[in-house]
């Protein structure tokens, strides 16, 4: 479809298609990935979800709603982060950044989006949930899917002048590119919205919900985890796709760092928020007398202050070496606490357990694969990476 | 530099300006109280030290609802079904210690206990469900469950504090399943099969103000004196005698996260029966929609917000216009 060959020549700096083959070890795996999991999800819509998944009605979500919604969204919150800091906070020089991170999250955010249609039971009334006379105002639930609904929406209007662009549709972008900042600020407040109504889809639950994680501060929590996760997925992102394609990311590097600064003050935000609210709650002592929860809770507390130590001193947090371990480890401790709060801290009595089943894994693997997947055709396709000499 | 950092602590400040609007918008107007208990609610008296554990009220429930056999503990017949399920909308649970010798009593005792849907006053599957397939019927306060509006996100079944809805995961047609006090029988002039079926009045069916008084005076008897206790209604005449127990202080529904409409009576405490004890008075739903109220009420916030982040994007986007030279760039 597409070679290097074929591929516009750009100024250094200004985004570039990175060409090559889309045909390749790599995307051949994916596509492999994605067939298992569509023959799983074949027999999930012919014998029913009980077929392939370990959920029961003692743990009626598992990780088809816990990772491909509540965690895959918290990965695609880098377009969210991204555009937080260029756009409201003003800060242009983070420019270069935001088309892959725009690119991600409309990806990240759609197919997180569609893999509802999986786990929702009678997913044929799955529109019921955006129909006036059928949705439920007072539902957390409501809130969340109508806003990202929406927010699926506004994530690709504003990737939009790229992919018109592309299609010499030049008119078309360019009154896109005059009304964009409408929906670069909606496209704050949604995610702003979502990401914190994803912990209060908890604050019902109550009781079930061990007090290690039940809190009316969910919502800011999730909120704040969230643009953890943005700021550092691009992070994560730039690295992987500069190993695997062996571009130069020097040029990008000091942006990271700065990114990184950003990570570590957010993170020290969310760590004073969640042991202050321990405190306030007095449930302190609860950190070392829940059992196991008590390890995953230090587990993912040491997970969330390691990047902090790793991000703080000046120097080493301009080098990748520090950078890519830190943003992995952030995300670690993001995709932990979600886990935690929905799964772990979910309590239901001695006679229900869950862990994820195989085939349940390989359906969860085979959506991040094609995730994968698109955003590989994108950025080899469409301007996207800021164009370096490879 | 300088330029940028005031104008990225201007940004911060408009964004915590907007975050304050949000935040202090409208909380006390939009604090969302408990419901309260219908005037012609509709409920069950449920009185454990009754109960003989004959399990008739599971084979009416069955029979009414249409519902299978099921046979879940593989052999120990007199066991199955052990709970709640998609075919058993109510059930009969066993309370044992030591020898099991006295009825009603904790040490060396056994007692019985019967699951079911409580119909909360305030229920949490009716505030969750998105679609609003989970209804609390605004006269009789019974809360049912319609399946054409549905969507199987199993929200209920997930924030349900006593573990009711189920949900049927081994058909590519799921549904939620739950008691619905058999509106249909209501319907028709009928009671409910489980109260209509039950020998010994342990399960009793009323006007939620009739039950009130019912509960208040077996609290009033003398344990071990010989009593009246009426069977299937509180006015249906149909009673028997047999000596008052000793009840435990707590009526279980009375105040749980403001109430259910099916309450419960016992010699033993409710915490032996694997029931949530010590759940606050406010109910979850209210906690939820106060929080969901106070940041989306009349979308005041959301819009106050998008006003601030629209003027900053405008500003931001006019700052660094590099969009549009990518993009000429990119169409070369």
């Given at each position: 479809?597409?070679?290097a060959?074929v591929?516009?020549?750009?100024a ?19 596509a492999?990935?994605?067939?298992v999991a569509l ?49 409201i ?34 997913y044929?009334?799955f ?6 006379g059928?949705?439920n105002?007072n ?19 504003e990737?939009?002048p790229?992919g018109?662009?592309y ?9 896109t ?39 009316p501060?969910?919502p ?5 985890s969230?643009?953890?996760?943005g700021?550092?997925?691009v992070?994560f ?9 062996g ?59 390691a ?22 480890l952030?995300?670690?401790?993001a ?15 001695a ?40 | 530099?300088?330029?940028?950092r ?8 408009g964004?915590?300006?907007?975050g ?16 309260t208990?219908?005037d012609?609610?509709?409920g ?6 009754l109960c ?5 009220c ?8 249409a ?5 879940n ?34 040490q ?21 469900c998105?679609?609003?397939?989970m ?24 924030s349900?504090p ?43 069916f ?7 008084v ?25 009673t ?9 202080e707590q ?14 009576l ?12 010590g ?10 929609e106060?929080?969901?109220h106070t ?10 917000a998008l ?6 994007a ?11 030279q ?7």
């Amino acid at each position: 479809m597409t070679d290097a060959a074929v591929t516009p020549a750009a100024a250094p700096g200004q985004p570039a298609p990175v060409g090559g083959n889309l045909v390749n070890a790599l995307s051949v795996l994916l596509a492999v990935l994605l067939g298992v999991a569509l023959y799983f999800l074949y027999r999930r819509f012919v014998e029913g979800l009980g077929a392939v998944t370990n959920i029961s009605n003692g743990y009626p979500w598992g990780i088809w709603v816990v990772w491909d919604v509540i965690i895959a969204t918290g990965f695609a919150c880098g377009g969210y982060a991204m555009a937080l800091l260029v756009y409201i906070f003003n800060r242009g020089e983070f420019h270069p950044l935001v088309r892959p991170a725009l690119t991600a999250s409309a990806i990240g955010y759609s197919l997180g989006g569609a893999s509802v249609l999986l786990d929702l039971g009678r997913y044929w009334n799955f529109w019921h949930i955006l129909w006036p006379g059928y949705f439920n105002v007072n539902s957390v639930m409501f809130e969340v899917a109508a806003c990202i609904a929406l927010y699926v929406v506004v994530l690709w209007i504003e990737f939009s002048p790229i992919g018109l662009a592309y299609l010499k549709r030049t008119k078309l972008a360019g009154f896109t590119n005059r009304v964009l900042f409408f929906f670069i600020g909606l496209g704050v407040l949604l995610p702003s919205m979502h990401q914190s109504s994803l912990g209060s889809l908890l604050i019902p639950m109550g009781y079930q919900i061990h007090p290690l994680w039940q809190t009316p501060l969910l919502p800011l929590l999730f909120v704040t985890s969230a643009l953890c996760m943005g700021y550092a997925v691009v992070i994560f992102e730039t690295t992987l796709v500069g190993a695997g394609f062996g571009r130069d990311v020097s040029a990008e590097l000091p942006l990271l760092g700065r990114v990184g600064k950003v990570i570590a003050w957010l993170l020290v935000a969310f760590l004073v928020l969640r042991f202050g609210d321990l405190a306030v709650r007095g449930q302190l002592a609860a950190i070392f007398t829940s059992g196991g929860r008590s390890v995953m809770f230090g587990v993912e507390t040491l997970m969330f202050v390691a990047p902090v130590a790793m991000l703080w001193p000046e120097a080493p947090r301009a080098r990748l070496s520090v950078l890519f371990p830190a943003a992995s480890l952030m995300l670690g401790a993001a995709v932990l606490y979600r886990i935690d709060a929905f799964l772990v801290a979910y309590e239901r009595g001695a006679s229900w357990s869950y862990f994820p089943s195989v085939p349940e894994l390989m359906v969860t693997i085979g959506v991040v694969a094609l995730e994968v997947l698109a955003y590989l055709v994108f950025i080899r396709i469409l301007p996207i990476l800021p164009g370096h000499a490879r | 530099m300088s330029v940028d950092r005031r104008q990225f602590l201007r940004g911060g400040m408009g964004a915590a300006a907007g975050g304050a609007c949000a935040a202090i918008g409208a909380p006390t107007a939009q604090a969302r109280d408990n419901l309260t208990v219908p005037d012609h609610a509709l409920g069950l008296l449920y009185d454990s030290t009754l109960c003989i554990g004959c399990r008739a009220c599971q084979s009416g429930c069955k029979t009414v609802n249409a519902l299978p056999l099921e046979d879940n503990v593989g052999g120990a017949l007199w066991d199955t079904p052990y709970d709640l399920s998609p075919k058993t909308f109510t059930v009969i649970k066993l309370y044992k210690d030591g020898a099991a010798q006295q009825k009603d009593a904790e040490q060396n005792g056994f007692a019985f206990l019967k699951r079911q849907c409580l119909h909360c006053v305030d229920p949490s599957c009716v505030s969750v469900c998105p679609v609003g397939a989970m209804r609390k019927d605004p006269v009789t306060g019974i809360v049912s469950h319609d399946p054409g509006r549905c969507i199987g996100c199993r929200y209920c079944v997930a924030s349900c504090p006593y573990h009711v809805p189920q949900f049927s995961y081994d058909t590519p047609f799921p549904r939620i399943s739950k008691c619905e006090l058999c509106k249909e029988q209501l319907a028709k002039g009928d009671i409910p099969a489980c109260a209509k079926v039950c020998p010994t009045g342990a399960t009793l069916f009323g006007t939620y103000r009739e039950l009130t008084v019912e509960i208040a005076r077996r609290k009033a008897m003398t344990p071990g004196a010989t009593n009246t206790f009426p069977r299937r209604t509180v006015e249906s005449g149909d009673t028997h005698e047999r000596r008052a127990a000793t009840y435990t202080e707590q009526v279980y529904g009375q105040t749980e996260l403001g109430g259910t409409q099916v309450r419960y009576l016992a010699g033993v405490p409710f915490d032996k029966f694997e029931l949530p004890v010590g759940m606050p008075v406010r109910s979850y739903a209210a906690q939820a929609e106060t929080l969901q109220h106070t940041l989306y009420g009349g979308l005041v916030a959301p819009f106050v917000a998008l006003a601030g982040l629209v003027a900053f994007a405008y500003r931001g986007a006019r700052a660094h216009p590099d969009d549009d030279q990518h993009d000429e760039a990119s169409h070369d």
